[in-house]
């Protein structure tokens, strides 16, 4: 059994309706507060009950994956604010921007030298300033994770800023907040959020407690999405809202995979949204981690759960990995070439996803051959 310690953020709440009142509860952490926000209409609600308790609100609107511009725009701004709090309501990457300006505006060095991978990777020299997390998307799980991913156009990369202390101190998920969500992100923040239960219950790195998450949220989760992409559901909104939950507190305790090995790299690259990659790139993975289970003599009885579990939830017989492959191309999701990944560009594309840091956590070391076939599939 591997031993293992459990990071999360400081508070967790979780509940229809959990959101109302929630510019009270940011105000007990400063007067100065940034709020990174996208275009849901819940953020006007929090900016005005924070105004209304006296704060001095900055608010940023996050359009897209957070880039490296972006994020030393905001951290520029927070501290001519003097900002004492950060609150971000939005997708998974309003809530990561929201997490690297927390971290940053108290910073002494500019933000390459803690990035990962194209920068410096530096510890943080200064704890981050409080931050609080409403998610108004079931995908990510950033809402209880220690890193915030950051492109980085100048080296076509998507890489993290991470610490311990980047952990929210207050995470609020309120399903109704994703009611109504666009099909098309519903589909692909859905399958990140599957993908973010499934790589950490066949990761190296399982534990009994991200086990215990992974067990429940993965048939929920893949119910969940299969009929959401059938009509509004609130009661599926609900089930996919703690799906993402769980996938974020099993991934910042057991890791993840190959597909987020390719992910971030694919991300930085082409420009691809990134749960949308996680979903096109889900069934060639696990095909080629199962072949290799299977060629080096490994065990194979969370694979063939899994596999169980996609069959079940897709109502099949056949084959569970082909039919999941034409279930998300049915629901409208698009081919890596049609996200502009190149056929050219796959062995480079594979020989850089072989290094990220997601790969430590696939249950098999793939070699570049097998993840230049994953990507020759999903093209």
Same mark, same amino acid.
């Given at each position: ?7 999360? *953020? ?16 940011? $105000? ?9 926000? #996208?275009? +849901? ?9 924070? %105004? ?8 940023? $609107? ?28 939005? #997708? ?33 020299? *200064? ?23 950051? #492109? ?30 666009? %099909? ?75 597909? +987020? ?12 949204? +990134?749960?949308?990659?996680? /979903? ?22 969370? +694979?063939?759960?899994? *596999? ?18 034409? %279930? ?6 698009? %081919?890596?070439?049609?996200? /502009? ?13 072989? *290094?990220?840091?997601?790969? $430590? /956590? ?18």
């Amino acid at each position: 059994m591997n031993g293992f310690e459990i990071l999360t *953020a400081g508070r967790v709440v979780f509940g229809r309706g959990r959101a109302e009142g929630a510019g009270a509860a940011v $105000r007990t952490w400063g007067a100065r507060v940034i709020l990174l926000r #996208g275009s +849901h209409p819940a953020a006007d609600r929090i900016a005005a009950e924070l %105004r209304a308790e006296g704060a001095a609100v900055e608010e940023i $609107r996050q359009k897209g994956e957070p880039l490296i511009d972006d994020l030393d725009a905001a951290v520029a701004r927070g501290r001519a604010l003097r900002a004492e709090a950060v609150v971000a309501l939005g #997708g998974g990457s309003v809530i990561d921007m929201g997490k690297a300006v927390a971290a940053l505006i108290p910073a002494a060095r500019p933000a390459m030298s803690y990035l990962e991978v194209v920068g410096e990777g530096r510890p943080l020299d *200064a704890a981050p300033l409080p931050f609080i997390a409403l998610p108004t998307t079931a995908g990510t799980g950033a809402e209880v994770t220690k890193n915030a991913v950051i #492109g980085v156009p100048s080296h076509g990369r998507k890489v993290s800023l991470r610490d311990d202390r980047m952990l929210a101190d207050l995470a609020i998920i309120d399903p109704s907040l994703t009611d109504n969500t666009p %099909r098309s992100v519903t589909l692909a923040s859905g399958l990140d959020a599957v993908t973010q239960v499934i790589e950490p219950y066949l990761s190296c790195r399982a534990t009994p407690f991200t086990d215990a998450l992974c067990r429940d949220a993965i048939p929920r989760g893949l119910a969940a999405l299969t009929r959401l992409m059938q009509a509004e559901d609130e009661g599926a909104r609900d089930d996919l809202a703690l799906t993402s939950l769980f996938g974020g507190l099993a991934l910042a305790n057991a890791g993840l995979g190959a597909v +987020h090995g390719f992910a971030g790299v694919l991300g930085g690259q082409a420009g691809a949204p +990134h749960g949308a990659l996680c /979903g096109r790139l889900l069934p060639g993975v696990l095909r080629a981690n199962v072949q290799a289970v299977e060629k080096q003599g490994g065990e194979i009885t969370r +694979h063939r759960e899994v *596999a169980g579990w996609i069959a079940a939830a897709l109502g099949v017989t056949t084959d569970p990995l082909d039919a999941l492959e034409a %279930r998300i191309t049915e629901w409208g999701l698009l %081919r890596l070439s049609e996200m /502009g990944v190149a056929a050219e560009e796959i062995p480079q594309l594979a020989k850089a996803s072989r *290094a990220s840091s997601s790969m $430590r /956590g696939n249950p098999v070391d793939l070699s570049e051959e097998a993840l230049e076939a994953v990507l020759r599939e999903s093209l």
